[in-house]
């Protein structure tokens, strides 16, 4: 009798030791899994910060490419230009003034061309330093007589102004350029606000007459 009774306490303590077997395993089965979907999800959630982080990037980019609203610092007047190029080049004949800024460079500057019997001249003069970025000539007879007289930049800033005014109060002067056509002295100047929308206008420099308008949509 005795050892059927110690046979059976033998019995239930290796049943009790098999089921704390089988739940340690079970617990170490179910830790594993859980610590593995939480790495996976620490994972995922790094991988969406990234690209989240990325995609800010770019459209802080875009924004930032786009920002045309800070102007460019323009210390030299048309005027000092014109004259500074009669200094380089005198008794050359002017036939087209122009004026450009590049907001993205940061670089505003003058281009002038002119002429006299034998030569052709181009000359860019930076119009924040005053220095010279290019002075070019080359041998060349022209049949041209337009001549770009200094007194004619005088309305010049009145027609920059009509045309913003035209555009809307947030476009910037992009540039401009004083020339002559078939004989009339024409001035085209192109504007450019924040959104990269661009207008253009063309008057007749002497009577201020507008010819043509175009603004991007």
Known sequence: MKKIIG??????LLSACAKNVTNTNTNKNINNTNNKMDASQDKELKNNNNRNNK???????????KNLTKDVNVNLTKEDAFKKFNDLHPNTNINEFSFSKDLYKKLAK???EAYDQEREYEVEINATDSSIIR????KEKTSSTAI?????????????????AKAGQDYLLKDYSLYFDDGISKFDV????????????TYNLESGELLEKDLSE
Do not use: P, R
Request: net charge negative; proline share 0%; hydrophobic share 40%.
């Open 7 to 12: 046979l059976a306490l033998s019995l239930i």
């Open 55 to 65: 995609t800010d990037n770019i459209n802080n980019e875009s924004v930032s490419d």
């Open 110 to 112: 003058y281009e002038i």
């Open 135 to 138: 002075d070019k000539s080359k």
């Open 148 to 164: 770009i007289l200094a007194d004619m930049l005088g309305g010049i800033d009145d027609l920059v102004n009509k045309s913003i």
């Open 190 to 201: 192109e504007l450019e606000n924040s959104q990269g929308k661009e207008a253009e206008f």
